[in-house]
Nanobody, 126 residues
Framework: VQLQASGGGLVQAGGSLRLSCTAS????????MGWFRQAPGKEREFVAA????????KYADSVKGRFTISRDNANNTVYLQMNSLEPEDTAVYYC????????????????????WGQGTQVTVSS
């Protein structure tokens, strides 16, 4: 599986960005997906996750109410709409495919994801 993330950039605090992550292959509709981020000098952290059907969605507390994850299985793409951005949101954002379709309970653990995109930089200026 190859993942291509895009949509990052430089934005002022309070602004918005929409990240996209497109997957190769025909099995995208069976993948549970996640977005993570990593700021300089920090560990990679969970941002949001969405189940293969879109029926289960989870967010980190730090982004709840500001970010929205969604997916378009017909176009093999998962999105992360980011509103009310803050300087603390500055990081490289990664999309990933979870290893297990049936058991998604460890959605916030980066070790549970088997395929990763290359990352897209998001920079929020104050």
């Amino acid at each position: 599986v190859q993942l291509q993330a895009s949509g990052g950039g430089l934005v002022q605090a309070g602004g918005s960005l929409r990240l996209s992550c497109t997957a190769s292959g025909r099995a995208f509709s069976t993948y549970n997906m996640g977005w993570f981020r990593q700021a300089p000098g920090k560990e990679r952290e969970f941002v949001a996750a969405i189940s293969w059907s879109g029926g289960t969605i989870k967010y980190a507390d730090s982004v709840k109410g500001r970010f929205t994850i969604s997916r378009d299985n017909a176009n093999n793409t998962v999105y992360l709409q980011m509103n009310s951005l803050e300087p603390e949101d500055t990081a490289v954002y990664y999309c990933a495919v979870h290893r297990n379709q049936r058991n998604y309970s460890d959605y916030a653990d980066a070790r549970s994801y088997g395929y990763w995109g290359q990352g897209t930089q998001v920079t929020v200026s104050s």
